[in-house]
């Protein structure tokens, strides 16, 4: 991954871990400790990529890889590599998750399955292409909600997004430096979408900045390490609204936006109704019924 992006995600791993291992994989993760020493192989991998989970019972822990990779490739054998150096190591069983950050349509990288004589690996793949920008985007850590500019956004436009997400990192982050750290981070990430035009147009628009002009020449070679292709994906075309005359009072107050989104957190198959029902802003009732309808079609 190129290192601009890396730095990110090492900056911000402390924030990121707990909430995408609850919140995406319903893992618990409040509980860790930072391995501090290097796993020296021979390719050495720096020891914020990995943690020990803890637990009141010894006999249940066990470490946890992250790997954020923003190229299609296929990771087994990678991430074979590092589990047999990490068992080696700390005699932990180790479960490994892989976030995809990349813009073109993943084929090797969900590849999570590796079976050899005598040998059985799998691995967690998260696509962010895929998540709809809603988990993150009203967050009130700012790691996570920059995240959101990797996300789904569904029907909204990518200067509606961007502004959202920076108009609710003024609301929470109080201090100028700090506001200006995230703009930063939210103006590298947005050049993994291809969305760096719209997202430099939006942070001169706010009253406090950081500088890109000045900051450009240290991204120039960011480009390099982000995929060429133009993503060839279909868009979805809107979902269907609920039908007339099933359970109107149910329907009533609920926005295009939040039906939408309902619909896109149901296709993920990943959230129980009252979850999606909490991130759309609509009643569990409501998440039932989309799912009826979406079942009889």
Not at 32 to 55: C, G, M, N, P, W
Not at 260 to 288: C, H, M, P, Q, W
Request: a neutral charge; charged letters at 30%.
């Amino acid at each position: 991954m190129p290192n601009d992006f890396d730095k990110i995600f090492r900056e911000n791993l402390d924030e990121l871990l707990p909430f995408i291992a609850r919140k995406l994989l319903g893992l618990d993760l409040s509980r860790t400790e930072l391995l501090t020493e290097k796993v020296q192989v021979t390719l050495e991998r720096e020891a914020d990529s990995f943690r020990k989970v803890l637990h009141d019972n010894p006999l249940l822990d066990y470490g946890v890889h992250w790997e954020f990779q923003s190229t299609d490739e296929d990771m087994r054998g990678r991430n074979l590599f590092y589990y047999g150096f990490f068992y080696h190591k700390y005699r932990l069983p180790l479960k490994q998750i892989v976030v995809y950050l990349g813009n073109e349509s993943p084929k090797h990288i969900m590849k999570n399955v590796l079976e050899l004589e005598g040998l059985y690996l799998s691995f967690q793949v998260i696509n962010l292409k895929e998540i709809p920008k809603e988990i993150f985007i009203n967050s009130d850590v700012p790691e996570e909600l920059v995240l959101a500019i990797l996300c789904d956004f569904g029907p909204d436009p990518p200067e509606k997004v961007i502004r959202m997400i920076l108009n609710n990192l003024m609301k929470i982050v109080g201090r100028v430096p700090r506001l200006k750290k995230y703009q930063r981070q939210l103006h590298v990430l947005s050049r993994l979408r291809k969305l760096h035009p719209i997202s430099q147009k939006e942070i001169k628009a706010m009253p406090i900045q950081y500088d890109i002009e000045t900051d450009e020449l240290y991204l120039a070679g960011i480009e390099k390490g982000i995929e060429k292709g133009i993503e060839k994906g279909i868009e979805k075309g809107i979902e269907k609204g609920i039908e007339k005359g099933i359970e109107k009072g149910e329907a009533i107050g609920v926005e295009k936006h939040q039906h939408e989104t309902v619909i896109r957190l149901l296709k993920i198959n990943r959230f129980s109704d009252k979850e999606i029902a909490d991130i759309a802003g609509v009643t569990v009732g409501y998440v039932r019924l989309v799912k009826r309808q979406l079942a009889s079609k």
